[in-house]
């Protein structure tokens, strides 16, 4: 690591800890030149994700727009903001996971749907309505009646 004051690259780590909720490394070091010391940040470095739009066109991954259509789905609901970004959180860590440099916005959108579900399902349909773009009330009666006899199986292996 090059010294800021002097650009010697001979330095001492003098302590590390995590930093950015354990996805980096802090590290307070000294130059073994003129003793100035400084901090570093180490990260891992990730490949970006593009995501394959509906209309065929291509964009990097975005937390902001998922965190802003997931928002729009809960608001009035007793969902809170940080929820909603450990939710999106966990849908990036997933997509970084799976190794892959592309996905389709419909993955993401269900990755989506998948954790509403278990959160608030009033956010659920309203989230499902513009992501798979309901066209009518049969949309949403056949929406509900799969939500409801998916929650019916749940209690049926339950109990």
């Known amino acids: 690591m090059q010294c800021p004051s002097c650009q010697n690259t001979d330095s001492r780590v003098l302590e590390s800890r995590a930093a950015d ?3 980096s490394v802090r590290r307070r070091r000294e130059c073994l030149n003129c003793d100035y010391r400084f901090t570093t940040y180490e ?10 739009k509906r209309n065929g066109s291509k964009e990097i991954f975005n937390k902001n727009k998922v965190i802003s259509g997931l928002t729009r789905a809960c608001e009035k609901t007793c969902v809170d903001t940080e929820k909603l ?9 997933k997509l970084q996971q799976g190794n892959l440099k592309e996905v ?7 990755m989506a749907l998948e954790q509403l579900k278990g959160i608030s399902e009033v956010a659920y349909i309203r989230f499902a309505s513009v992501y798979r773009q309901f066209h009518g009330i049969n949309d949403f009666v056949a929406t509900l009646e799969s939500f409801k006899s998916e929650k019916k199986e749940q209690l049926a292996t339950v109990l």
């Open 43 to 52: 990260r891992v470095e990730t490949v970006p994700i593009s995501v394959l």
């Open 21 to 23: 909720a354990g996805r």
């Open 104 to 110: 389709s916005s419909a993955e993401i959108g269900e």
């Open 85 to 93: 970004e450990m939710i999106v959180d966990e849908i990036e860590l």
